[in-house]
């Protein structure tokens, strides 16, 4: 089925606004992460992982930009809470109801109520599982909206890709959120500065399994003279983090290269190709000198590109699908 009645345009529509929303709000609360762990601090990395009562004077951001950041994650934040409501709505209703678009809007709410409630409490902790949560369930709600676009949309289905395609391409999603969850959690865990070199740490390579068992996002974070210490398996988690990125990469710049034979889809192919390499190019930049903050928002914003893109073109099925 697509979308010739008006309740499903809606909903398209409606989705459409979500991502913009989710995208606002993803950035912001990169933003508003970032720059609390020390990120792109003045004196970097002697200022990385201090309190804020003590990394105040280093700060090189004005309060301003931090108060509109808080402003502009709180004011997406809740116009999506209500445009989910809305969808939820409008996909019960005889026109509009499916079982993806119900099953779509309902995730959406869940996950709306769960990021509240989260949210309520991710000011200043030191539980590294809450920022974990709070990025991947923004990114999940992202693509939930890209979803429900992509199954409302009257253009839907016009491009079909090849199944063994649309396979690859659900693969690499999980994959792709499987490194946004660990870039996360080795962000919130202060593993930054664990590693000296770009593709090597201090780490015993007998032990590295073992370290990362060893980690437990649940657990708050210990404090030492007002700076926030790395827990055993930061750096084990932060080079894994790092190799990980590099194959995946490399793995969406072949299956883009490949797609490039396929015409009805060389846009996608070429815009693959060209988010994959510049995030793999500013993942190696981020850890070879010094880290900026824009740097680290990019990384960010390109990740949640390369999540759309995989999405559109696993969706991209046949009408017969």
């Given at each position: 089925?697509?979308a ?10 409606a989705?459409l ?5 989710m995208?606002?709000?993803?950035i ?6 970032l ?5 792109g601090?003045?004196d ?7 309190l804020?009562?003590a ?7 004005p309060?301003a ?24 709505i ?5 026109a509009g ?7 779509a ?10 990021l ?25 709600m ?5 979803l429900?676009w ?24 999980a ?8 870039g996360?959690l080795?962000?919130?865990t202060?593993g930054?500065?664990t ?5 090597t740490?201090?780490?015993?390579s ?8 060893s980690l437990t ?9 007002e700076?926030?210490i ?7 988690l ?15 710049i072949?299956?883009?290269a ?6 009805r ?12 390499a ?11 000198g010094?880290?900026?903050l ?10 949640a590109?390369l999540?759309l893109?995989l999405?559109?073109l696993a969706?991209?099925r046949?009408?017969g699908?």
């Open positions: 089925m697509h010739t009645s008006a309740p499903r345009r809606l909903l398209a529509r989705a606004l979500g991502c913009v929303l995208a606002v709000i993803v912001s609360s990169a933003f508003l992460r720059t609390s762990i020390g990120i601090c003045a970097w990395p002697q200022c990385y992982g201090r804020a009562s990394s105040a004077a280093a700060d090189p951001l309060p930009a931090v108060r509109v950041a808080r402003l502009l994650h709180r004011f997406a934040a809740m116009l999506t809470g209500v445009l989910v409501l809305f969808m939820l409008v996909s019960i209703t005889r109801r499916t079982r993806a678009n119900f099953g809007a309902l995730a959406l709410c869940l996950a709306t109520i769960l509240a409630a989260i949210g309520r409490s991710s000011a200043g902790t030191l539980v590294p599982l809450i920022g974990v949560v709070n990025l991947v369930g923004g990114f999940t992202l693509l939930l909206f890209w429900l992509s199954t409302n949309a009257s253009a839907s289905g016009s491009t079909p890709a090849p199944v063994q395609v649309r396979l690859a391409a659900f693969a690499l999603l994959a792709l959120l499987a490194q946004v969850a660990a996360a080795s962000s919130v202060y930054v500065t590693c000296s070199a770009p593709l740490c201090a780490t015993d007998q032990g590295s399994l073992e370290a990362l068992r996002p649940s657990v708050p974070l210990q404090v030492e003279d700076r926030v790395a827990p055993k398996g930061a750096a084990e932060q080079l894994l983090h790092r190799y990980s990125g590099l194959a995946l990469g490399a793995i969406l072949a299956l883009g490949w797609l490039l034979w396929v015409k889809l060389r846009a996608l192919a070429v815009a693959l190709v060209a988010a994959a510049a995030e793999l190019l500013l993942g190696l930049a981020m850890v070879s010094p880290l900026p824009s740097a680290a928002l990019a990384h960010n914003a390109l990740a590109v999540l893109l999405a559109f969706l991209r046949s009408r699908d």
